[in-house]
């Protein structure tokens, strides 16, 4: 598993918006727009990505991958920062999942959690969270698949 060590030793070239935008095998999401929650209002937004995990991989290159799935084309030169700025801090399977449902909580329809069967977990970072922005964002590894859990709100 990949930590802020190994983020650092990228280049800004290979952190870019561009870089990450690339080929990650296997990786799909499934979006929730703000009418998916009780209070449309709120404009919150989930994301959860995943992908197989690939041998001699680390999960930095899916989390990059991740993290620009929805960034927009015209904030491109805004991405470094913004993965630059992530916390990189180690959670536990426990927390990761309590984030998850405490983000997933107004959904009209429930997120079916834990979003992984608990075995084969390895670790959990969280790169955003709610004490320093209005975004929730965390990546999980497992035995067998990465997950990338985003929540924001525009309000």
Not at 18 to 36: E, K, M, N, Q
Not at 77 to 103: L, P, R
Not at 133 to 151: G, K
Request: one cysteine or more; aromatic letters at 16%; charged letters at 25%.
């Amino acid at each position: 598993m990949f930590n802020r060590s190994d983020f650092d030793q990228l280049t800004v070239e290979e952190k870019s918006y561009c870089r990450a935008i690339g080929d990650c095998r296997g990786l799909h999401f499934v979006t929730y727009p703000s009418v998916a929650f009780q209070y449309p209002d709120s404009e919150e937004t989930i994301r959860i990505t995943r992908a197989p995990k690939q041998q001699g991989e680390n999960g930095l290159k899916f989390w990059l991958h991740a993290e620009c799935v929805d960034w927009h084309h015209e904030r491109e030169s805004y991405f470094v920062g913004y993965v630059s700025d992530a916390k990189f801090e180690a959670i536990s399977e426990a927390v990761f999942n309590k984030m998850v449902a405490e983000q997933a909580h107004y959904l009209i329809a429930p997120l079916k959690q834990p979003l992984h069967e608990p075995s084969g977990f390895i670790g959990a970072l969280l790169m955003y969270s709610m004490k320093t922005e209005f975004i929730v964002s965390l990546f999980a590894e497992y035995e067998d698949e990465y997950i990338h859990f985003y929540w924001d709100t525009t309000s």
